[in-house]
């Protein structure tokens, strides 16, 4: 997706910059810390460290680059773009090690680089989240934007228009959405309708509109012809979601025989390997988290047992990898009723959150995500992962097209990208499909260390904010 060269050379430019001040600042703060915190009985002055505090930055925007931090691409809640610069910064700093191990003349601390290491990890991250926050104000009053419309209001053009929302980097701003059918806007789009296709020049005139989205992968091959030569008349740049769509377009690979396009699907061995090794990491965070968290189940269940009558744990069947059925555990936080234990706790808890049915304690549980905290003796059982999709009931299963069906190639997580975004509140599990999806063809070690490290910030913000944490899982 290609953007005004002005916006991209501004953004391009308080990027690389910020990325710059934060990796010099890292390497500052780590000799500052090492030299005022640790005990060493020799001292190094920082002249020592001049050379890498001109190399390191440099080499760090340089590997940025071929990592794929400067595209002007799509990403899902910041998380994918947190998930490279932790490799990203592993790989800078294990240049740094390989270099200065044949570079003899200066001895460096071990511990003072990794000061500087995480340091680099928090800094960089913190100054990316706070252009994306200005970038998303710049958007909100349209500096700097293309704006945009979206042919089909369904489920198709409601995602795309999500993601956009979501991805301020890309400049975009869609104004709404174009529609023959007006029985799709039951669906209730964020944005509004502004009439049928037929009114698109009038449209994109009073809305100095450039970008025009196709949201019907299935539309007639000569429709989207007609389309495209219409937008080319107007002087409007028009994409089209393809009709191969559903088949996961990331996992494909492009062949030419005799100049006719082929095309595959195949997952990368590395993404094979690690679902493979996923487990044992799994295994092994839990065992690690099992005293601390072990100890915290015994008291809040001692806790619990003395202030309610009900019974301490939520034991429902749900649907694991590859079909298979397990027991989920979780703190109940609603009155027990018979009824209710046939449908999703989540969801019995969202619509009666305002009501006397919740527990003592049982809001708390909830906006801390306490509540999760016996779903690790899943992960023990090798149930459930630290990080996937949620589980779901056989019943929503049941329906599952191939699809939704997707969902059941990984482990069930605890957490997860939908648990951290803002439609939690208002979607489904079973209406998450874009965030399940997106973590199964974008799985990666970094992708699990980037939700886990933001399910504890967006618990902690939440619980400090003492927001309604409603849910409709």
């Given at each position: 997706m290609k953007q005004s060269k002005t916006y991209f050379g501004f953004r391009s430019f308080l990027v690389v910059l910020a990325d710059l001040v934060c990796l010099t600042a890292a390497l500052v703060g780590g000799y500052w810390l090492w030299k005022t915190f640790a005990w060493h009985g020799h001292y190094q002055y920082f002249s020592d460290y001049?050379?890498?505090?001109?190399?390191?930055?440099?080499?760090?925007?340089?590997?940025?680059?071929?990592?794929?931090?400067?595209?002007?691409?799509?990403?899902?809640?910041?998380?994918?773009?947190?998930?490279?610069?932790?490799?990203?910064?592993?790989?800078?700093?294990?240049?740094?090690?390989?270099?200065?191990?044949?570079?003899?003349?200066?001895?460096?601390?071990?511990?003072?680089?990794?000061?500087?290491?995480?340091?680099?990890?928090?800094?960089?991250?913190?100054?990316?989240?706070?252009?994306?926050?200005?970038?998303?104000?710049?958007?909100?009053?349209?500096?700097?934007?293309?704006?945009?419309?979206?042919?089909?209001?369904?489920?198709?053009?409601?995602?795309?228009?999500?993601?956009?929302?979501?991805?301020?980097?890309?400049?975009?701003?869609?104004?709404?959405?174009?529609?023959?059918?007006?029985?799709?806007?039951?669906?209730?789009?964020?944005?509004?309708?502004?009439?049928?296709?037929e009114d698109l020049r009038r449209e994109a005139s009073k809305h100095h509109v450039t970008l025009l989205f196709i949201a019907y992968p299935k539309l007639e091959e000569s429709k989207v012809v007609e389309i495209f030569q219409f937008c080319r008349k107007l002087e409007i740049q028009c994409w089209a979601i393809p009709v191969l769509y559903q088949f996961h377009i990331e996992k494909a690979e492009i062949a030419n025989i005799g100049g006719i396009p082929l095309m595959t699907f195949r997952e990368k061995a590395g993404r094979r390997?690690?679902?493979?090794?996923?487990?044992?990491?799994?295994?092994?965070?839990?065992?690690?988290?099992?005293?601390?968290?072990?100890?915290?189940?015994?008291?809040?269940?001692?806790?619990?047992?003395?202030?309610?009558?009900e019974p301490v744990f939520f034991r429902q069947v749900r649907v694991g990898i590859e079909g298979k059925r397990f027991v989920m555990y979780k703190f109940r936080t609603l009155k027990s009723k018979g009824r209710r234990d046939r449908i999703s706790p989540e969801l019995a808890e969202g619509k009666q959150r305002e009501s006397s049915e919740i527990l003592p304690l049982g809001g708390f549980l909830r906006r801390t995500g306490l509540d999760e905290l016996p779903q690790l003796f899943n992960v023990l059982k090798g149930e459930m992962s630290l990080v996937g999709p949620r589980p779901e009931m056989p019943f929503i299963v049941d329906k599952y097209?191939?699809?939704?069906?997707?969902?059941?190639?990984?482990?069930?997580?605890?957490?997860?990208?939908?648990?951290?975004?803002?439609?939690?509140?208002?979607?489904?599990?079973?209406?998450?499909?874009?965030?399940?999806?997106?973590?199964?063809?974008h799985l990666s070690p970094y992708l699990d260390l980037a939700i886990l490290v933001k399910t504890f910030v967006t618990v902690f913000s939440r619980f400090l904010r003492g927001g309604n944490l409603k849910s409709k899982s």
């Amino acid at each position: 997706m290609k953007q005004s060269k002005t916006y991209f050379g501004f953004r391009s430019f308080l990027v690389v910059l910020a990325d710059l001040v934060c990796l010099t600042a890292a390497l500052v703060g780590g000799y500052w810390l090492w030299k005022t915190f640790a005990w060493h009985g020799h001292y190094q002055y920082f002249s020592d460290y001049v050379l890498t505090v001109y190399f390191l930055p440099l080499a760090g925007v340089v590997i940025f680059r071929m990592g794929g931090l400067y595209k002007a691409e799509a990403g899902l809640l910041g998380v994918e773009e947190q998930s490279l610069i932790f490799k990203a910064i592993v790989n800078l700093f294990t240049l740094f090690f390989a270099i200065s191990f044949f570079y003899r003349r200066v001895e460096f601390s071990r511990l003072a680089v990794f000061y500087s290491f995480f340091l680099a990890v928090i800094f960089v991250s913190v100054s990316r989240y706070l252009l994306r926050q200005f970038f998303s104000w710049l958007n909100r009053r349209g500096h700097f934007v293309r704006k945009a419309l979206i042919y089909g209001a369904g489920y198709h053009g409601q995602r795309l228009e999500r993601w956009i929302q979501q991805s301020p980097k890309l400049g975009l701003h869609v104004v709404g959405y174009l529609d023959d059918d007006v029985d799709r806007l039951r669906r209730k789009p964020s944005k509004p309708w502004l009439g049928k296709l037929e009114d698109l020049r009038r449209e994109a005139s009073k809305h100095h509109v450039t970008l025009l989205f196709i949201a019907y992968p299935k539309l007639e091959e000569s429709k989207v012809v007609e389309i495209f030569q219409f937008c080319r008349k107007l002087e409007i740049q028009c994409w089209a979601i393809p009709v191969l769509y559903q088949f996961h377009i990331e996992k494909a690979e492009i062949a030419n025989i005799g100049g006719i396009p082929l095309m595959t699907f195949r997952e990368k061995a590395g993404r094979r390997f690690y679902r493979w090794v996923k487990g044992w990491l799994d295994t092994l965070m839990a065992w690690i988290l099992l005293v601390p968290a072990g100890l915290l189940v015994l008291g809040l269940y001692g806790v619990l047992k003395r202030i309610s009558r009900e019974p301490v744990f939520f034991r429902q069947v749900r649907v694991g990898i590859e079909g298979k059925r397990f027991v989920m555990y979780k703190f109940r936080t609603l009155k027990s009723k018979g009824r209710r234990d046939r449908i999703s706790p989540e969801l019995a808890e969202g619509k009666q959150r305002e009501s006397s049915e919740i527990l003592p304690l049982g809001g708390f549980l909830r906006r801390t995500g306490l509540d999760e905290l016996p779903q690790l003796f899943n992960v023990l059982k090798g149930e459930m992962s630290l990080v996937g999709p949620r589980p779901e009931m056989p019943f929503i299963v049941d329906k599952y097209g191939p699809l939704e069906r997707e969902r059941l190639s990984v482990k069930p997580g605890i957490t997860g990208l939908w648990q951290i975004s803002e439609d939690r509140k208002r979607l489904l599990i079973h209406e998450n499909m874009d965030y399940d999806l997106y973590y199964i063809e974008h799985l990666s070690p970094y992708l699990d260390l980037a939700i886990l490290v933001k399910t504890f910030v967006t618990v902690f913000s939440r619980f400090l904010r003492g927001g309604n944490l409603k849910s409709k899982s």
